[in-house]
């Protein structure tokens, strides 16, 4: 396996939240369970054909699950790039274990494979009322650059555009 360079300073503490889940690649297995594990994620979750999109990809997608023996997948995230930037498409943890750093490691794990191929500068979409994501986001150099107009095809919520260089 590619090593992967250095953690950037704002993420030296996340790299092993507290219960220490097992990091891996998703597979095609997954496509059983993180499904229903985005569903207690998002109020409008992917299926199992978007995640399976993702595992498609090949060398250009980022798809990482963190998993505990007992449970099986509590956090999960689908990113890929294109040329030189890093688009999140797709992140989440399970509530019972949110606000133990397991976000901000896929986010960490994420940011150094895109610099591994080049990226200098990532972006996603955050719902506009999701405050606890924002918080995360802008606490490790995400910034605002605009707004997606009832973006969410759920309840026509807006997305707020978030850059982040690399």
Request: charged share 20%.
């Amino acid at each position: 396996m590619k090593s992967l360079p250095a953690v950037p300073e704002e993420f030296a503490d996340a790299m092993e939240p507290p219960g220490n889940p097992t990091w891996r690649p998703m597979t095609m297995a997954d496509l059983r369970t993180v499904p229903d594990l985005d569903a207690l994620c998002q109020p409008h979750p992917w299926g199992p054909a978007n995640f399976q999109g993702e595992l498609l990809r090949g060398e250009s997608g980022f798809s990482w699950v963190g998993e505990l023996p007992e449970t099986g997948p509590v956090a999960y995230i689908c990113a890929w790039t294109v040329l030189d930037e890093l688009h999140v498409g797709n992140i989440g943890v399970s509530p019972s274990w949110r606000r133990k750093g397991l976000a901000r490691t896929l986010l960490a794990r994420t940011h150094q494979w895109a610099k591994s191929r080049g990226a200098n500068f990532a972006h996603l979409e955050v719902r506009a009322g999701n405050s606890a994501a924002i918080a995360l986001y802008e606490s490790i150099g995400y910034r605002r650059v605009g707004v997606r107009r009832a973006y969410y095809a759920d309840n026509n919520e807006d997305a707020l555009l978030l850059v982040a260089d690399l």
